[in-house]
């Protein structure tokens, strides 16, 4: 069992920056792949990053180049630092985990899920 418990969220003007964190529970953190979703207001959940144990990123397109996905195994964390933001990047971000290395983008492949922080970036 993993428990996730993301922190970081808040508002930020447009072009500015949030990081945030997910701490995780439980032993075997370092054999998960982490990843990073997003939901906003009347749209579905949608995938934004995601970091395998062998600390391979990948990123959705609209985000490479301006998000960072980063882990911390030692201390069970993993981070997504959000560097000029828009207000199109405003949702609930969620930390996810799963044990598998594939289908990183696909939500029902992740088991764990935190409870979300909201990220609103103002124009």
């Known amino acids: 069992q993993v428990q996730l418990v993301e922190s970081g969220g808040g508002l930020v003007q447009a072009g500015g920056s949030l990081r945030l964190s997910c701490a995780a529970s439980?032993?075997?953190?370092?054999?998960?792949?982490m990843g990073w979703f997003r939901q906003a207001p009347g749209k579905e959940r949608e995938w934004v990053a995601a970091?395998?144990?062998?600390?391979?990123?990948y990123y959705l397109v609209s985000v490479k180049g301006r998000f960072t996905i980063s882990r911390d195994n030692a201390k069970n964390t993993v981070s997504l630092q959000m560097n000029s933001l828009k207000p199109e990047d405003t949702a609930v971000y969620y930390c996810?985990?799963?044990?598998?290395?594939?289908?990183?983008?696909?939500?029902?492949?992740?088991?764990?899920w935190g409870q979300g922080t909201q990220v609103t970036v103002s124009s």
């Open positions: 970091i395998t144990s062998s600390r391979i990123a």
């Open positions: 996810a985990a799963k044990t598998s290395q594939d289908g990183i983008s696909n939500s029902d492949e992740y088991t764990y």
């Open positions: 439980g032993r075997t953190f370092s054999t998960y792949t």
